[in-house]
């Protein structure tokens, strides 16, 4: 049976400013889920620590700034071979092994849904062809930057706001369901995973940005 019919959000207007309706809290009381976190170049964090190029990830973010060579999520191991996107050159560009780059749709400061799916890259329901092959990393896969794991250093920094990150395996199971919020007590913000019940927290310096309640 497919999915199509399955609601996947529900939007309202409040004060003339568009809106989305979340469920009751899926966290912990002691923490709080926000619309989004935002990021600044000086943030980033890590989600597992391992990964294989036929898991798919499905990410939901919205750049704050383009034109340049930012990496919002992405890996690169000692022989090159890579795995992620990268705003770059107008295009949101699925990296999906070593040198082969597919370039999708138009890089810009909206909201975009992006899937990577060994052979597919689905850019707000429009599927791309992408080279694939399978590849199995012994270090993770990093958010808000570029990881190589030759120099176990970040770059390519990105500043942008990160509303939802899904992994699932080869299979379509879920592994890694994350979604922005921040500590009650002292207001530290980080992406919290639904299904391993762990917290994924800034990497480098200062702090990401929260936005409204849910």
Known sequence: MTDWYKIKRILTWVNWEEKQIYPASRLPSAYQEVEYIQSSWTQYFIVWTSFSTNYKSV?????????????????????GFRYGIDAYWWKFTVISWWGDWTDTATEDTNRHLITIDQTTAIVDGISYNINYRYYAYDKGIWVFGYHNT???????????????LDIYDGNW??????????????????????????????????????????
């Open 150 to 164: 030759r120099t176990d250093g970040v770059g390519y920094r990105s500043s942008n706001k990160l509303y939802k």
């Open 59 to 79: 990410i939901d973010l919205e750049m704050s700034v383009i034109w340049w060579d930012y990496i919002p999520l992405g890996v690169h191991n000692d022989a």
């Open 173 to 214: 199971t879920h592994i890694y369901d994350l979604v922005p919020c921040y500590r009650k007590s002292d207001t530290e913000i980080w992406m919290y995973d639904l299904i391993n019940d762990v917290f994924c927290t800034n990497q480098w310096t200062w702090t990401f940005t929260k936005w409204p309640d849910v």
